[in-house]
């Protein structure tokens, strides 16, 4: 129980501060709340935002839940998980984690009207493309070997594959 509740706080902790940071502090840092006219276009606009960031923050939430309970582990790389999560979005796209803090993002940017929010999230998802690159999958080549080099060879990067792998 001790072990549970000591995972959930350091999976607490990274969600705050990292994602909670970048989805959710600088987005609302940079996108400017003016008050609109019920039934106008903006309105029409701040109501359609509420899809893509409830989708953005359910995939977190739901590939945070697979990485504790599954996999043992945070997001956080030096705290990563002990099993290869291959199960649940994990089995359609290798960083669906990613790809749910571009969608909150893109909900703000939505939500504001905010050029500048859409710069971000490009910005971001140069970033995050990057690091997956540069420092995750080479990381996680060592850490899970061949089982991890089949799960690439089966499932995209960044877009679904037409036959999604099987999940462990």
């Known amino acids: 129980m ?5 995972l959930f706080a350091k ?4 969600t705050v501060l990292i994602p909670g940071t970048v989805a959710v ?3 609302l840092s940079i996108g400017f709340a003016r ?10 606009l701040r109501v359609l935002s509420l899809v893509p960031l409830a989708v953005g923050a359910s995939v977190y939430l739901w590939c945070l839940w697979d990485f504790a309970t599954f996999g043992r582990g ?10 290869l999560v291959v199960r649940g979005l994990y089995r359609y796209v290798r960083n669906p984690m990613y ?21 971000y999230a490009a910005g971001i998802g140069l970033m995050f493309h990057g690091f997956v690159v540069a420092y995750e999958e080479p ?30």
């Open 139 to 168: 990381a996680l080549r060592r850490l899970f070997g061949g089982d991890y080099a089949a799960y690439c060879s089966r499932v995209g990067r960044w877009v679904p594959r037409l036959r999604p792998g099987r999940g462990a």
């Open 74 to 83: 945070t997001p956080a790389p030096i705290d990563a998980p002990k099993r």
């Open 11 to 14: 999976n607490l902790r990274f």
């Open 99 to 119: 790809v749910g803090v571009l969608l909150a993002i893109l909900g703000w940017a939505l939500r504001f009207s905010s050029l500048w929010l859409l710069l």
């Open 35 to 44: 008050p609109v006219a019920p039934g106008s276009s903006e309105m029409v």
């Open 2 to 6: 001790r072990s549970a509740l000591l």
């Open 25 to 27: 502090y600088i987005p």
